[in-house]
Every structure is written in C-alpha cells, then in structure tokens.
C-alpha cells in the first residue's frame, strides 16, 4: 500500500495520518481473539495494571502467528518505508488493552524520547502505527494528540516510575499547555482496523477508561534499518535487537489466516 | 423559562435534557472567575484532589453572590418545579472543578443513592443541574451520563471512600455493563452557560481530565419542598437544612451583577 503526495505532505505537517479504513472487521477481530488469547497468559511480555487488569504484552510478533504477520504486514510497512526512505525493522510491538473500566492513564509523553534515553535510538527515524482493534470512542480513552508537536526535538522529561505500572518519560505541564496552545489536541475515533500514524516525537497520552467498552489498539514501532539502537538497557523483548529489514507478508496474508483458524475451529 | 411538552417527553424518556444556550458567555465568564476566586481561598467547602488541585466546592451560594444568583435562577428553578410539580429547595450545591491535568475520576453512580442513604432522603423527586462554565469537551473529561438507567431505582452500591478524596456510593462493573447494554452512554459536549439537567437516579460518571483545559461545572441540586430530607449525617453545608421554597430572582439579575462588577473594577 503505497501513501500518496497529500498524505505524505500531511504527516510531516501535523506529525500524524490517520487511514480508518486498513484493515477488514474479519482481520480485526482475529487480532482481538489472539490479544485475549495472551493476556490469559502468564508470559513475562504480559504487563498489568495495578489493578491486575492487562495493561500491555510486549513482542506478540514474536511468538503469535496472527501478530507475526500483522507486524510484517503491506498495509503498514510500506507507507512506513515510503516515509522514511529506507528499509525498517521493529523497533518494539506492543498490544496495548486500556481495558473496560480499569484501563488507566498514559501520561503525556514522546515515544522518542525513550527511545533515545533508554535505548539509544541516535535519531527520531522511527514511526508509531496504531492498528485499532475495537471501536475507538470518544468515551473509552482514545489516544490524543498534540498535532505538530513533533517539531519541537525531543523535550525535556522526568522519568515517572510511579503513576501506572509502566516506567514513561513524562512532560511537564507547562511544556504540554505550550504545545497545545499551538497545536490543539486531537482524538482520532473510528472502528476496529482503523490505523493511526504517528512520528515519534509527537506528544501523545490517554485518559483511563471507566466505560464498559475496551480500547485495544496494537502498536508497532517500525525503525529505519540505519537508525538501530546503539545502547539498549530495556529487555530484548521491550526493545528488539534484531535489526533486520523487515520482508512484507502478503496483502491477504491475516486474512487467510483468519479463515484458516475459523474453519479449523469449526 | 418554561419546557415544552416535547422537552419533558425526553426528560422523562431518557433521564435527562440538554439546553446547550441557557446563559451567556458573559455569564459564565462571571462564574468561572468567582468559582477561582473560591478555590483559592482556604475554606472548609472547598475540597481537594490528591494533589492538591480544587474537586469541589460546597455551598457556594451561601457565601457568594454570583452563585447566589445563579440558585435562584429563573432559568433553571422554573423548569424543574415544572417537572417535579411543587416548589424546590435546594438540597446541595457544588462548583466542580474537574482541574486541567489533575481532575480525578468521578466513579459510575446515581446521585439519589447517597441522598437517600446520608440524607434520608425519602423519594427520587430532586434534580441535578449542571451549568458548564467552562466549553465541555469530548476530551476534558466530559460527564457520561446512561441514558435511561433512571428508571431501574436505587441500584446497589458500595461505599468507595478509597478512589478520590470524595466519598462516594458507587456501581459495579456488572451494573453499569448491563445499564450500558439497554441505554448506551452519552457525553453532552458544548460551551459555555449550557446546561443539563438530569434525574437523581441517572447513572453518571466522568473520567480524569488530562488536557490543559479545566472543564468546571456547577451542580444544583433542587429537591420538591415536600421531598425534604429526614434524617441528614452529613454536614449542613453539603445537605442542606433550609426547607424554604427558592423564589426566583430576575432572569437578568447573574448579568446585572456581571455587569455591574466589571464597572466596579474599571
């Protein structure tokens, strides 16, 4: 899948493209399946809430068939590639819950900014993509954004080790009331399969959500191949080290998965 | 100002009803920079978060009189004892102030629960009121209301002193699961000097609010004259003890006072 001129001009002007039509309610309901499938795991990958409630589970790629091949998948490597020039690997791959009524805050932060500190990522080369798997409301913690925050370099942060059960490089709010003002916040909603990209410098957060309504969103970080990390300290399930350029899988390839498991199933 | 008969259908329909140009912006300007004026002050009304940000506000009526106009106002007396039938007194009175960054959570609940179980209230004959002061959001952690979940009485609930600073009779997840199945949520978003009223039994809710907006609301609480409570445990300046039918003032009486303060400033 190939991005065109206006989305390409659009993405480096606000720092985010949002596509809500990528991939089908069959393909999207297979990942819902298989993300249930391993929060029911006691895998170290699986993180919880302080509530006990699933918050994230790290590297499904590497041990799920259905996210191996979203994580290799056209729809999303190749606009990744078109954007940064060059070929990409993953960097990390998250299947975030933010779970009916337990799923708590993401402080306003830059995923770039981690990246650097923590793993030694030497430029902001990387792209977030969010693949939605449930519907995204306004009401169940969407992810907000601070559109064109992303060209501000990599702000100041403090290491908040305390508000959730995730370590996150946090902003302050001076600095978010700044950008804001400048850039307002966005809250792309839409239905599973929906795809939101994202530069890695820009601000983004989520409110809990205390609707009965779960929110799961899968995240890859795609890295250009060049730009790999020179000082990981996180686990090489958190931050991969294998930094070999990803080889798309077929376009229909979680599809045909998808058919394949219902009709061994039934 | 008088419902029609459409107006009270819904109300009594759905639990609730939206009047998104009930006060001026002048007016609601007046009232954001006296609810600051409060919060600023060290009374015992004022209630905090945990981080020390303004929650609430107490009985702001009594001891000011921007909002002593406002809970006489023919706006919002007029068309709930149009509802209820009889002469209001008003029960409680909160300015809300859901701060920017720091606003917690209100957890799912019906109001009534705690009239009746703190108060002694006797019957679900009262009403909330809110009046947005500041615009109201889908990303400032807007109020969720379950449409018609009025209508299944005083659920149970538990008595959760831990969450916020704010003692409150909240709903399990089963609960508010299966009111959200039949009813749906809704986030009624709109500007300043809109107003929602909503039944004492409606389910509602609010998530934090992250974003540098604050979004402050004031709640009225009228109560029928004869619905009065009977045997109150919680202070008289959360539940009130006057009885005393609220006679309304002028209907420009908030702009006049607006008006007239800024002239006093100049």
Redesign the interface.
């Known amino acids: 899948m190939k991005l065109g001129a206006r989305q390409i001009e659009e993405f480096h002007e606000l720092g985010y493209l949002f596509l809500p039509d990528c991939f089908s309610a069959e393909e999207a309901a297979l990942l819902r399946d298989e993300a249930e499938r391993i929060y029911a795991s006691s895998r170290q990958e699986v993180w919880r809430e302080k509530t006990g409630a699933p918050r994230t589970a790290f590297a499904a790629h590497t041990y799920n068939e259905a996210f191996r091949l979203l994580g290799a998948h056209p729809r999303l490597i190749e606009p990744v590639e078109q954007i940064l020039g060059e070929p990409v690997y993953m960097h990390q791959f998250k299947v975030n819950a933010k779970a009916?009524?337990e799923g708590d805050?993401w402080?306003?932060h830059q995923d770039y900014g981690t990246w650097a500190r923590d793993d030694g990522m030497p430029e902001p080369r990387a792209m977030n993509i969010a693949v939605f798997m449930d519907e995204v409301m306004?009401?169940n913690?969407p992810l907000?954004l601070v559109p064109k925050s992303h060209r501000h370099g990599t702000l100041a942060a403090a290491h908040d080790l305390a508000t959730t059960s995730y370590p996150l490089w946090t902003l302050d709010?001076d600095t978010?009331?700044r950008l804001?003002?400048q850039g307002g916040?966005v809250?792309p909603t839409g239905k599973p399969g929906a795809v939101l990209l994202f530069h890695g410098n820009l601000v983004h957060?989520?409110?809990?959500?205390?609707?009965?309504y779960p929110r799961r969103i899968v995240y890859l970080t795609l890295c250009a191949v060049s730009n790999y990390i020179r000082t990981p300290s996180r686990p090489d399930w958190i931050a991969h080290r294998d930094f070999t350029p990803i080889v798309p899988v077929a376009d229909d390839a979680l599809l045909a998965h998808a058919r394949h498991k219902r009709v061994a199933a039934e």
Chains 1, 2 share one sequence.
């Open positions: 009916a009524f805050v402080q306003w306004a009401i913690g907000m709010k978010v009331t804001v003002e916040i809250a957060g989520s409110a809990p959500n205390i609707t009965p």
